[in-house]
């Protein structure tokens, strides 16, 4: 193919294009696909599906569980945990787990892994309470 018959060519192809796009938003078929708020209504209670507004209560009990929330909303109790070399993020989970420092030991370590924070566990002795939000508790660990 030479250099005209090329451009030529793509001439074509972009003039379809153009005449295509042209018809199609010029005879509004595009505009209505997004049904409003009540006919979205209607049409899920035509399909069977019960249709509510969410009540302040549930709006209160669904919440997303949020890690850096306060874990334990109680008197705070302290708890010593001492570092040693070689020892596992799961380990640490494990003991704070059993201090009632944190409730799921799975999840702390999740986070941990997660946000890399396991990698930077230092050694030494440090002073965490129960009222510790999971980041709380990672900084004072990896400081």
């Known amino acids: 193919m030479n250099k005209a018959r090329l451009q030529g060519l793509s001439v074509g192809i972009i003039f379809t294009t153009?005449?295509?796009a042209a018809f199609y938003y010029g005879t509004d078929k595009f505009e209505g696909t997004t049904p409003s708020a009540e006919e979205a209504k209607?049409?899920?209670v035509k399909k069977g599906f019960v249709v509510t507004l969410p009540t302040e209560e549930a709006k209160k009990t669904v919440q997303p569980k949020d890690p850096d929330?306060?874990?334990?909303e109680k008197e705070a109790s302290n708890y010593?945990?001492?570092?040693?070399?070689n020892m596992t993020t799961a380990e640490i989970a494990d003991l704070l787990?059993?201090?009632?420092i944190i409730d799921d030991a799975a999840e702390f370590e999740a986070y941990m892994n997660d946000r890399d924070f396991s990698k930077k566990?230092?050694?030494g002795e440090f002073v965490v309470t129960n009222n510790m939000t999971y980041r709380q508790l990672a900084n004072t660990l990896t400081h």
């Open 18 to 20: 153009t005449i295509f």
């Open 42 to 44: 209607e049409l899920l």
């Open 69 to 72: 929330k306060v874990l334990m």
């Open 80 to 85: 010593t945990i001492k570092v040693k070399t």
């Open 97 to 100: 787990s059993k201090e009632k």
């Open 121 to 123: 566990i230092q050694i």
